[in-house]
């Protein structure tokens, strides 16, 4: 019996052999917590438990003295509008040591197979560019400075907010609002002025029965985000916009994460919300016609806001050209096409794709394919092909139909349709599961599609 039970133990043992260990981002050994008081626990931001994602954590102090604390370079990202003028020093945690260094000189590992904090895409900070190597060599991702993995942070700051947004209006509010009704007194949220002081105040001065870390979160995430009614400031993505009225067209820009345009005169309805990103601008486009908001291409296609989205017909893939995802010959498969434009106007280039499936995977983490994640600044145009007419359209504006009998060369599909009604009549004929827009497509539907 001890034979066989120690034959098992080594085939467990060699099967895993290959395996990288999970890389754990709580703190192994005494955490460094710079900031003062019992809030000094949580993140500024976000109010997350800063020692369960201790090694992503930055920190600032200012230059009165006064620290801060984040549980990812994301949250410092979006505070960077309120401390940017005032900092003496930015720090993070050296994964490796645990112990707080300068950022500056940190090697940062970004897109490697650790899941991110806050964000799509993971960004692990080392103090030796041996150690950054070492952990590449068994996560994957790419090397960059502080400088390169900050402005990653910054640009995807809207994308990373709009799926946060998501989560938590899905999940997090409606579990915090019942955890709050039958656990906790009530509670006055405009006394604080951070997240994570209403969490100190919830536990030291038990406003609340005693709950785990996970209840905590969720009932402060509910009163700061939906009582206090900060949300707005946080799907803003720190870019720290201000609603502003555009002159002569009627076009208001409202305060509500995000786009949201209305034109008396000329029925400019731009109700799509995106998320703002660094550099957002207001612009008039098309003289005395409209408004659109311009965002700089960076947490949705520009394209559609900017009225520069019309799609020529007639592409063809090259013999050359490869899909940047899966690697196949995108010519054999000319009616699958969905291409990428990017670039300033004449110096454009574009990008391949044998599915709509592939592409959204790139562009949802073009990092993790060996592009830098400002690629999204310069899209001008995506397209893809209607199914039944084989017409291209802007990406934007297509429907997607999800989980059908019709498979492409990479097995299930997006499937893409000018029209609703087209979009429906496919699904009905064959036995699709949802219709989505593009904004819907998410790493969870494409992740879906591959099991």
């Known amino acids: 019996m001890r034979k066989l039970t120690a034959v098992f133990v080594l085939a467990a043992m060699l099967a895993t052999a290959g395996l990288a260990k999970p890389f754990v981002k709580r ?7 710079i900031q003062s008081g019992p809030e000094k626990m949580w993140c500024a931001v976000c109010g997350m438990n800063l020692k369960m994602f201790y090694k992503t954590s930055h920190a600032v102090v200012l230059k009165d003295g006064t620290k801060k604390q984040y549980c990812s370079i994301r949250c410092l990202a979006a505070d960077w509008k309120n401390i940017s003028d005032k900092i003496d020093k930015i720090l993070v945690v050296d994964a490796d040591t645990e112990k707080l260094i300068d950022a500056t000189k940190a090697y940062y590992v970004v897109g490697s197979k650790v899941k991110g904090t806050m964000s799509m895409t993971s960004k692990i900070a080392f103090g030796s560019l041996e150690e950054a190597k070492a952990f590449q060599k068994e996560y994957g991702g790419k090397i960059v400075d502080f400088k390169t993995a900050f402005k990653m ?24 609002q ?3 009704k039958r656990m906790c007194q009530p509670v006055d949220v405009t006394r604080y002025g951070h997240i994570n002081e209403l969490k100190a105040a919830i536990k030291t001065r038990k406003l609340c029965k005693p709950m785990k870390e996970k209840q905590l979160q969720a009932v402060a995430l509910y009163l700061w985000d939906v009582v206090g009614k900060h949300a707005d400031d946080a799907a803003m993505g720190g870019c720290g916009m201000k609603h502003k009225r555009m002159h002569g067209k009627g076009c208001a820009m409202k305060r509500s994460g995000g786009c949201q345009m209305k034109n008396k005169k000329s029925g400019c309805k731009m109700m799509k919300k995106h998320h703002c990103n ?6 008039r486009q098309m003289k005395g016609k409209g408004c659109g908001c311009n965002m700089g291409k960076g947490a949705a296609v520009g394209a559609a ?8 017909q007639g592409l063809s893939p090259k013999k050359s050209e490869k899909c940047p995802v899966c690697g196949m010959f995108v010519y054999k498969y000319p009616k699958w096409a969905a291409y990428i434009f990017y670039g300033p106007a004449g110096e454009q280039k574009r990008l391949v794709f044998d599915g709509v499936k592939d592409m959204m995977k790139f562009y949802l983490d073009p990092i993790r394919w060996g592009y830098d994640a400002d690629i999204k600044q310069h899209i001008n145009r995506i397209a893809v092909q209607d199914y039944y007419t084989l017409k291209f359209i802007p990406a934007e504006a297509a429907w997607y139909v999800m989980g059908s009998d019709v498979y492409g ?3 299930n599909e997006l499937i893409p349709f000018a029209s609703k009604e087209a979009a429906e009549r496919f699904m009905k004929d064959h036995h699709g599961k949802r219709i989505l827009r593009f904004d819907e497509i998410d790493e969870r539907v494409v992740q879906k599609l591959d099991e």
């Open 153 to 176: 942070a910054a640009d995807a700051l809207g994308g990373d907010t709009a799926m946060l947004s998501k989560k938590k209006k899905r999940k997090i509010y409606p579990m915090g």
């Open 178 to 180: 019942k955890i709050y």
């Open 409 to 411: 060369p990479m097995g």
């Open 27 to 33: 703190a192994t050994h005494e955490a460094q917590l």
């Open 305 to 312: 806001a900017t009225g520069a989205g019309v799609i020529p």
């Open 278 to 283: 660094h550099g957002m601008k207001m612009d």
